[in-house]
């Protein structure tokens, strides 16, 4: 039941930010229609796993940055980190959007870099704070240095890393090859032996967005 209310969520989020960020509800049906019609969004919003909760946090961050509300942007990205680390690589887009903003009102070169600086400083001290507070009885067990070195420094090791390369090890495959269309993991098996397979990579998707950068208000 979490999961499927965290799929509804997401996809009423995405239509909202998507009307924000455009002004066109019309895009936002779209979009919200998109995702619902996604074979792996359904999967997810049905399964015990933490990705459809990640989607929903993601969605939350960026109503917020459609709203201008930057800083519980910064807020609920912290959070979401507390699911899974690697979600604070939406922090990339987030401040490319900010500086992208702040460009289009002829603010000065000074404005941009401490923006970008406040930023940044902002999410890592925050999220430090989230994940401390949430690990205060493993901090007590071990010690911050070592909890350090485990829970942050090790997952972001984790995530760059590969993990496995020998049989009877699944093909290994780089970090990046995720964005790729490479390197998928399976989410399900069907009793027929069919199975289902996360993949990072929507060819028609892509194309899409590597056209809609062309068309950037400036």
């Not at 990705?51 to 930057?70: A, E, F, N, Q």
């Amino acid at each position: 039941m979490p999961s499927i209310i965290a799929g509804v969520l997401t996809n009423l989020l995405i239509y909202f930010t998507i009307k924000r960020f455009t002004g066109n509800p019309w895009l936002g049906n779209i979009a919200s229609l998109i995702a619902g019609l996604d074979p792996l969004m359904r999967i997810l919003s049905s399964i015990a796993l933490l990705d459809i909760h990640v989607d929903l946090w993601t969605s939350i961050t960026l109503y917020m940055v459609s709203c201008g509300k930057i800083r519980w942007a910064i807020l609920t990205l912290a959070l979401e980190s507390l699911f899974k680390i690697n979600t604070l690589l939406l922090a990339l887009p987030i401040v490319i959007y900010v500086l992208t903003s702040k460009y289009m009102e002829r603010r000065s070169l000074l404005e941009l870099f401490t923006t970008t600086i406040l930023a940044i400083v902002s999410l890592i001290s925050t999220t430090l704070c989230f994940q401390i507070i949430s690990s205060i009885p493993l901090i007590q067990y071990f010690d911050l240095k070592e909890w350090m070195w485990s829970s942050i420094f090790g997952a972001i090791k984790w995530h760059l890393s590969i993990k496995c390369v020998k049989p009877p090890c699944p093909v290994s495959s780089n970090p990046w090859d995720w964005f790729m269309g490479r390197g998928g993991f399976i989410l399900y098996y069907y009793p027929n032996k069919d199975k289902i397979v996360a993949m990072g990579f929507y060819p028609a998707l892509a194309r899409i967005t590597n056209t809609s950068t062309l068309h950037i208000p400036y």
